[in-house]
């Protein structure tokens, strides 16, 4: 059956060329009574023109260059918003916009949304994370949410005194501050690397921390990374498994791909309502609880290997995906496809007496094949144009299929060849 011709880079429903954004300085308030937040955020930018990504965000001032905006305009369909200016700002300078905004904390496990659990005690009681691949992070920020138009962020939290607040990079600053009559703590991060949207990423919520070092020996350059594994409180200890995983990952990924891991610490963090399996947020990796802790006395084997197996995926993409990025969501089989495959070769690597490679063809090889049977199925490199078709190709053949042809192309150049590209 012979597929259609793919649609055109034209056909895609991506933000204007005109401005490009190269840093966002985040200040946002949650409110965790309420479950709304209030934001600012400066947005540095060059460019003649604003229209970007803001869909179920309340705008409530814009200023750009200390003139304020004279007309805001939303497009629902497009999930865009547009601001004009009074006067032109001259093509090729540099602006900064100035967006006041509020958003609320949804319970769909999408943008920056709450995660309800029930403690130890038996009380019920939620804490906000951030989920925002692959076009969410315009629910927490107005941003040019697509992959290629890549940034800096500078994120500040304002948080009850009695609450953790993580984000990608560390922790630089603390002070107590009054907003709204309320004493909260306002925590500055560091300011991350230049990065797409999708992987900024941040989180409130009562937690317990263990931690340790990875001392990667190469590349020349690289540099003991902290690794922390963030829990519910009383849960801790579920997470040394993962901790010892983590460190031990990070070391050989940093040899293998010959590129030191370029944060100062690796965060992961134990989500109670969180949709996907894990996310590879830059420097803080959110996971579903099943997938990072482990209870040497209730966990299966079966279910340790893919606590490791998803531990090394996630590591992966820090190299893959984050260090380097597809330019659109077209190449996601290669993203996934990739982080996959080494993820398995991560575990060979660190538990050799598993014989995981069985476990390969058996899960990823025999899945990719059995829904690559299908009517339905599509290639492995498919267009995509609106941020609704981007969630579809988050598939077995993205992933497992992805991951199978990959896995052939290493097994016929052999592992060395394969890596040196």
């Known amino acids: 059956m012979c597929n259609p011709p793919p649609s055109s880079v034209s ?38 023109s604003l229209a970007f990504s803001l ?39 540099t602006a900064v916009l100035r967006v ?28 906000v994370v951030t989920q925002f691949e692959a076009t969410d992070c315009r629910r927490a920020l107005p941003s040019w949410d697509e992959p290629n138009l890549k ?7 304002n948080v009850p005194v009695d609450r953790t607040a993580l984000s990608n990079m560390n922790q630089t600053a603390e002070k107590e501050v009054v907003i709204n009559g309320k004493t909260l703590k306002s925590v500055t991060f560091a300011t991350t690397p ?12 009562e937690l317990d921390v263990i931690e340790t070092v990875a001392t990667p020996k190469f590349p020349a350059d690289a540099k003991p ?23 031990r990952t990070l070391e050989f990924f940093s040899e293998f791909f010959d590129i030191a891991y370029p944060l100062p610490k690796m965060d992961l963090i134990a989500i109670p309502d969180f949709g996907a399996g894990a996310m590879e947020n830059w420097g803080l990796v ?6 990072l802790l482990f209870d040497e ?35 996601l089989w290669l993203n996934e496809g990739f982080a996959t495959f080494v993820g398995w070769l991560a575990v060979d690597h660190l538990f050799p007496e598993w014989q995981i490679w069985c476990s390969f063809l058996l899960e990823e090889f025999a899945r990719g094949q059995e829904l690559d049977a299908l009517r339905s199925s599509h290639p492995i490199d498919v267009d995509v144009k609106s941020p609704n078709e981007i969630a579809q190709i988050f598939d077995a053949i993205s992933y497992a299929k992805g991951a199978s042809v990959i896995q052939m192309l290493s097994a016929s150049l052999g592992i060395d060849t394969f890596k040196k590209g």
Not at 87 to 93: A, D, L, M, Q, R
Not at 194 to 205: C, E, I, N, P
Not at 229 to 235: A, R
């Open 11 to 48: 056909d895609r429903e991506i933000l204007p060329a005109t401005v490009r954004p190269t840093h966002y300085a985040v200040n946002i308030t949650p409110d965790l009574v309420n479950f709304v937040f209030a934001g600012a955020v400066d947005i540095r930018h060059k460019g003649v």
């Open 55 to 93: 869909p179920t965000l309340d705008c409530v001032t814009a200023r750009g260059r200390l003139q304020p905006a004279t007309k805001i305009t939303l497009d629902n369909k497009l999930q865009t918003v547009s601001f004009e200016f009074a006067n032109t700002i001259p093509e090729g300078s």
């Open 151 to 157: 940034a800096t962020f500078a994120v500040t939290l």
């Open 100 to 127: 006041n905004y509020t958003g609320i904390h949804n319970h769909q496990m999408a943008g920056f949304y709450r995660s309800l659990y029930t403690d130890q005690a038996g009380v019920q009681k939620f804490m």
């Open 297 to 331: 006395k209730n966990t299966s084997s079966k279910a340790k290997q893919k606590i490791a197996y998803v531990v090394g995926h996630e590591l992966a993409h820090q190299w893959f995906g984050n260090l380097v990025t597809m330019d659109w969501w077209s190449e």
């Open 225 to 247: 990374v902290t690794v922390r594994v963030f829990t519910l409180k009383g849960q801790s200890d579920l997470g040394r498994f993962s901790l010892e995983v983590c460190a």
């Open 286 to 291: 959110t996971y579903r609880e099943i997938y």
């Open 194 to 205: 230049k990065m797409s949207t999708y992987l900024l990423a941040f989180a409130v919520g």
